[in-house]
């Protein structure tokens, strides 16, 4: 059985069944109801996601890219600004060395996952789970298909 196992998070990929939601538009407001949900980047021009503010501890979606991004960026960014990112991603430079390097939410000033469509990834091959793990915080947990010289999704605003 294939696991993803971190701060918090435990996802079963065999035996999870979520719904998928795709063609999105540019914009989208995740609700608390759609929590187990993976959401399919399927969106050349990008797309900014914002999660439910105040919304249940234990709260979590999938994020996986099936397009990847060429305009823009594909953006997910907590709700409230006193909701901040902590966890990893793991960045993969596909059009070189494959070279690999983690980067981390501090929990103090990250606030966004931007993915550029280069550097900071949103290539196809991209999944992250992000999970609500107490009222100010939330784990982000994946990897990320760059390229170019990596670097940090992690964004400030």
Not at 113 to 133: D, E, P, R, Y
Request: charged share 15%; net charge neutral; aromatic share 6%.
């Amino acid at each position: 059985m294939s696991k993803l196992r971190g701060t918090d998070i435990e996802v079963d990929f065999i035996a999870a069944k979520s719904p998928v939601i795709s063609g999105l538009t540019a914009t989208r407001s995740l609700n608390e109801n759609e929590s187990g949900s993976t959401i399919a980047l399927d969106r050349a021009a990008g797309i900014v996601l914002t999660l439910p503010a105040a919304c249940t501890t234990g709260t979590w979606y999938e994020f996986v890219v099936n397009t990847s991004v060429t305009s823009n960026s594909y953006k997910v960014i907590t709700g409230a600004g006193t909701e901040l990112l902590i966890g990893e991603v793991i960045s993969i430079d596909t059009d070189t060395s494959n070279a690999v390097a983690a980067f981390t939410g501090n929990g103090s000033t990250h606030i966004a996952v931007t993915m550029n469509g280069t550097t900071t990834g949103g290539l196809k091959g991209t999944h992250f789970i992000a999970k609500k793990t107490s009222s100010t915080q939330w784990v982000i947990k994946g990897s990320n298909q760059g390229s170019g010289t990596v670097a940090t999704p992690f964004a400030t605003s």
